[in-house]
C-alpha cells in the first residue's frame, strides 16, 4: 500500500489510557442507546425495537465489480469445472430430487461446498435487523465476493492481478466514513474458501493465493471462512454449506426425528480418498482399516461419481454410526457437516479438523458429539478403529448421537428465500459470533486495553478455545503442520 493512507488500526497505539486515538473513537461509537430506533429494514417491513437491539448490521452497497462482476462469468471461476450450475437457485444450486428416498421431499440441493459467501450474501439481504442508517450498527457487512475472486486466478496469474480486486476493496472501503470511525475492527466479510487461499507471503508467483488477509487492513475485518487458521486471530470458521436448507421450522423437526429412527448397519464408514502426495496423510491407513473391517463401509472417492452423487454420499451416512473425518488437502472437510446431517457421529483425527474451528457452532466439550483418534497412533499402528468404537457403550453412543441430532439446526443454512421463525441455523450463529466480537472490541478500546497482546497470535488455537496459552497435549499437533501453511 503507498505511504501516503491512513495506518490500519492495528498499528495504532490503543493500550493507553486517555490516548487521543481513544478519544477519538470513543467520540465515534455508536450510541448504546440508539438501537432504540425503529429502523426500516430492505424488504420494507418494520423491525422491533427490541428484538433488533444491539444486533442492527449495516451492509455495504458495493460497487458490482465486488460481488456480481465477479461471478457473471461461472465458466471462469474454476478450471477445472463449470460453476454455472451450482450458482443457480441463489448458490443452492438444482434442486434434488429424492428419488432415492434418502432426502426429505423439500429442502434439498446440489450445493458446491464453495457457495458460502453467495449464500451468506442473500441470506444477510433479508436479515431482519438489516439497517440503512450505519450509526445504529453493531457491526459492517462487507459482500465482496472473495472467495470466487481469489479462485478464478490462482492457476496462470501473477500476483499483481491475485491482488487487484482485494486492494481496489481496501481502497474503497478506506474513503468510507464507516470504515474510519474503527479502521474496520467492526466490519465482517465472508470468504467461502480455507484461509489459505488468501494468506500469501511473498510476491513470488508461484505462491498460493492473495495477500487480502494479511494487509493491515484485511487484519483489522472479522473474516469468515470455511477453515481458519489455528495461528491467527482475525479469521474465524463458519459451518459449510451442506445439501439441506429447509424454509420452515417443520422441515428441521421433521428431518432431525427421521434420522433418530434410522438403523444404522454398518458401525463406521469413510468416503474419501488417498492422499499419497501429502507427506504426512493418514488416510492410507485409515483406508486399509476399513477395508480390513466387516464393520465398516467404504465410499472410494478416485471415482468421482460416486461421491459427487449427494443421494451416495448420505445413503452412507444415515446407515453409520461413526464417520471417519481425516484431514485432506487441509484440516477440515465439507464431509464432516454431511455426515453430522444425516446423524452420524464424526471420527476426527487432528484436533484442527473441528476443534478449533467452528467455535460458535460447535460444543467446546467435543467428547459429547464426536471421537478423538491421534493421527499419530493411527499412523504408528498403536490403535485400531474398530476396537475403539467397539468399546463405546451403547448408551454413550446413543447420547453422542442424539448431541450430534441436536446440533443441526445450527450447522445448515437455511433457504434464503424464507425464514426460519424459532430455529437458530448457521448464519444466524456466525452473526452473533460476529456482534459479540465486536462489542468486544469497542469495550477494549473505550477502557484502553487491548486483550490480543496478552498472548502470541501464533497461541490463537489454544486462547481460542481455552482462554490460556498454557501447554497443551495438543501443541504437537499445530506446531509440526505450523511450518507448511504460514
Request: glycine share 6%; charged share 25%; net charge neutral.
Given at each position: 500500500?503507498?505511504?501516503?493512507?491512513?495506518?490500519?488500526?492495528?498499528?495504532?497505539?490503543?493500550?493507553?489510557?486517555?490516548?487521543?486515538?481513544?478519544?477519538?473513537?470513543?467520540?465515534?461509537?455508536?450510541?448504546?442507546?440508539?438501537?432504540?430506533?425503529?429502523?426500516?429494514?430492505?424488504?420494507?417491513?418494520?423491525a422491533d425495537s427490541n428484538s433488533c437491539s444491539g444486533r442492527y448490521i449495516h451492509m455495504y452497497d458495493l460497487p458490482i465489480r465486488f460481488n456480481d462482476d465477479?461471478?457473471?462469468?461461472?465458466?471462469?471461476?474454476?478450471?477445472?469445472?463449470?460453476?454455472?450450475?451450482?450458482?443457480?437457485?441463489?448458490?443452492?444450486?438444482?434442486q434434488l430430487i429424492n428419488c432415492n428416498k434418502v432426502f426429505s421431499d423439500k429442502g434439498w440441493y446440489e450445493t458446491d461446498q464453495f457457495m458460502l459467501e453467495?449464500?451468506?450474501?442473500?441470506?444477510?439481504?433479508?436479515?431482519?435487523?438489516?439497517?440503512?442508517?450505519?450509526?445504529?450498527?453493531?457491526?459492517?457487512?462487507?459482500?465482496?465476493?472473495?472467495?470466487?475472486?481469489?479462485?478464478?486466478?490462482?492457476?496462470?496469474?501473477?500476483?499483481?492481478?491475485?491482488?487487484?480486486?482485494?486492494?481496489?476493496?481496501?481502497?474503497?472501503?478506506?474513503?468510507?466514513?464507516?470504515?474510519?470511525?474503527?479502521?474496520?475492527?467492526?466490519?465482517?466479510?465472508?470468504?467461502?474458501?480455507?484461509?489459505?487461499?488468501?494468506?500469501?507471503?511473498?510476491?513470488?508467483?508461484?505462491?498460493?493465493?492473495?495477500?487480502?488477509?494479511?494487509?493491515?487492513?484485511?487484519?483489522?475485518?472479522?473474516?469468515?471462512?470455511?477453515?481458519?487458521?489455528?495461528?491467527?486471530?482475525?479469521?474465524?470458521?463458519?459451518?459449510?454449506?451442506?445439501?439441506?436448507?429447509?424454509?420452515?421450522?417443520?422441515?428441521?423437526?421433521?428431518?432431525?426425528?427421521?434420522?433418530?429412527?434410522?438403523?444404522?448397519?454398518?458401525?463406521?464408514?469413510?468416503?474419501?480418498?488417498?492422499?499419497?502426495?501429502?507427506?504426512?496423510?493418514?488416510?492410507?491407513?485409515?483406508?486399509?482399516?476399513?477395508?480390513?473391517?466387516?464393520?465398516?463401509?467404504?465410499?472410494?472417492?478416485?471415482?468421482?461419481?460416486?461421491?459427487?452423487?449427494?443421494?451416495?454420499?448420505?445413503?452412507?451416512f444415515q446407515t453409520s454410526a461413526f464417520c471417519l473425518q481425516p484431514p485432506g488437502d487441509s484440516y477440515t472437510r465439507r464431509s464432516a457437516f454431511d455426515s453430522?446431517?444425516?446423524?452420524?457421529?464424526?471420527?476426527?483425527?487432528?484436533?484442527?479438523?473441528?476443534?478449533?474451528?467452528?467455535?460458535?457452532?460447535?460444543?467446546?466439550?467435543?467428547?459429547?458429539?464426536?471421537?478423538?483418534?491421534?493421527?499419530?497412533?493411527?499412523?504408528?499402528?498403536?490403535?485400531?478403529?474398530?476396537?475403539?468404537?467397539?468399546?463405546?457403550?451403547?448408551?454413550?453412543?446413543?447420547?453422542?448421537?442424539?448431541?450430534?441430532?441436536?446440533?443441526?439446526?445450527?450447522?445448515?443454512?437455511?433457504?434464503?428465500?424464507?425464514?426460519?421463525?424459532?430455529?437458530?441455523?448457521?448464519?444466524?450463529?456466525?452473526?452473533?459470533?460476529?456482534?459479540?466480537?465486536?462489542?468486544?472490541?469497542?469495550?477494549?478500546?473505550?477502557?484502553?486495553?487491548?486483550?490480543?497482546?496478552?498472548?502470541?497470535?501464533?497461541?490463537?488455537?489454544?486462547?481460542?478455545?481455552?482462554?490460556?496459552?498454557?501447554?497443551?497435549?495438543?501443541?504437537?499437533?499445530?506446531?509440526?503442520?505450523?511450518?507448511?501453511?504460514?
Amino acid at each position: 500500500m503507498g505511504s501516503g493512507l491512513e495506518p490500519a488500526v492495528s498499528q495504532l497505539d490503543v493500550s493507553g489510557n486517555g490516548s487521543e486515538y481513544n478519544n477519538h473513537v470513543n467520540s465515534r461509537l455508536p450510541d448504546d442507546n440508539a438501537s432504540s430506533a425503529t429502523n426500516t429494514i430492505d424488504n420494507g417491513s418494520l423491525a422491533d425495537s427490541n428484538s433488533c437491539s444491539g444486533r442492527y448490521i449495516h451492509m455495504y452497497d458495493l460497487p458490482i465489480r465486488f460481488n456480481d462482476d465477479v461471478i457473471k462469468d461461472c465458466r471462469s471461476l474454476n478450471v477445472w469445472y463449470d460453476m454455472c450450475r451450482p450458482l443457480t437457485n441463489r448458490g443452492l444450486g438444482p434442486q434434488l430430487i429424492n428419488c432415492n428416498k434418502v432426502f426429505s421431499d423439500k429442502g434439498w440441493y446440489e450445493t458446491d461446498q464453495f457457495m458460502l459467501e453467495i449464500i451468506f450474501h442473500e441470506r444477510m439481504k433479508r436479515y431482519e435487523c438489516l439497517t440503512n442508517d450505519s450509526s445504529l450498527a453493531s457491526a459492517h457487512y462487507v459482500p465482496f465476493y472473495a472467495g470466487f475472486d481469489v479462485s478464478r486466478y490462482l492457476w496462470g496469474f501473477n500476483t499483481s492481478i491475485r491482488d487487484a480486486t482485494p486492494l481496489a476493496l481496501i481502497n474503497w472501503l478506506r474513503e468510507r466514513s464507516e470504515w474510519k470511525v474503527l479502521g474496520g475492527r467492526d466490519h465482517f466479510l465472508v470468504a467461502g474458501r480455507t484461509t489459505w487461499e488468501f494468506r500469501r507471503l511473498t510476491e513470488e508467483d508461484s505462491d498460493w493465493g492473495n495477500r487480502l488477509m494479511v494487509l493491515p487492513e484485511g487484519k483489522n475485518m472479522t473474516m469468515l471462512v470455511i477453515e481458519s487458521s489455528p495461528w491467527h486471530r482475525n479469521d474465524f470458521a463458519i459451518p459449510y454449506p451442506t445439501y439441506f436448507h429447509p424454509s420452515t421450522d417443520d422441515e428441521v423437526f421433521q428431518w432431525q426425528n427421521r434420522i433418530r429412527r434410522l438403523r444404522r448397519r454398518y458401525l463406521f464408514s469413510f468416503a474419501g480418498a488417498p492422499r499419497p502426495n501429502i507427506s504426512g496423510s493418514v488416510r492410507g491407513q485409515i483406508i486399509e482399516q476399513c477395508q480390513a473391517s466387516n464393520k465398516c463401509r467404504l465410499l472410494d472417492c478416485s471415482t468421482k461419481s460416486n461421491c459427487q452423487n449427494p443421494s451416495n454420499v448420505m445413503k452412507l451416512f444415515q446407515t453409520s454410526a461413526f464417520c471417519l473425518q481425516p484431514p485432506g488437502d487441509s484440516y477440515t472437510r465439507r464431509s464432516a457437516f454431511d455426515s453430522m446431517l444425516a446423524g452420524c457421529i464424526p471420527v476426527f483425527f487432528h484436533p484442527g479438523s473441528a476443534y478449533v474451528q467452528y467455535l460458535w457452532h460447535l460444543p467446546k466439550n467435543y467428547t459429547k458429539y464426536s471421537v478423538f483418534i491421534s493421527e499419530d497412533d493411527v499412523k504408528a499402528g498403536n490403535v485400531s478403529i474398530e476396537e475403539k468404537l467397539r468399546r463405546i457403550p451403547k448408551e454413550e453412543v446413543k447420547a453422542m448421537r442424539e448431541q450430534v441430532i441436536q446440533l443441526i439446526p445450527g450447522l445448515i443454512y437455511a433457504n434464503p428465500s424464507s425464514t426460519l421463525e424459532t430455529v437458530e441455523d448457521a448464519f444466524d450463529l456466525a452473526v452473533r459470533g460476529v456482534i459479540d466480537r465486536v462489542n468486544r472490541i469497542r469495550k477494549e478500546i473505550k477502557d484502553g486495553v487491548n486483550s490480543d497482546l496478552s498472548y502470541d497470535e501464533i497461541d490463537s488455537w489454544k486462547y481460542n478455545l481455552f482462554g490460556t496459552v498454557e501447554k497443551h497435549e495438543w501443541d504437537s499437533f499445530f506446531y509440526k503442520w505450523k511450518y507448511t501453511k504460514s
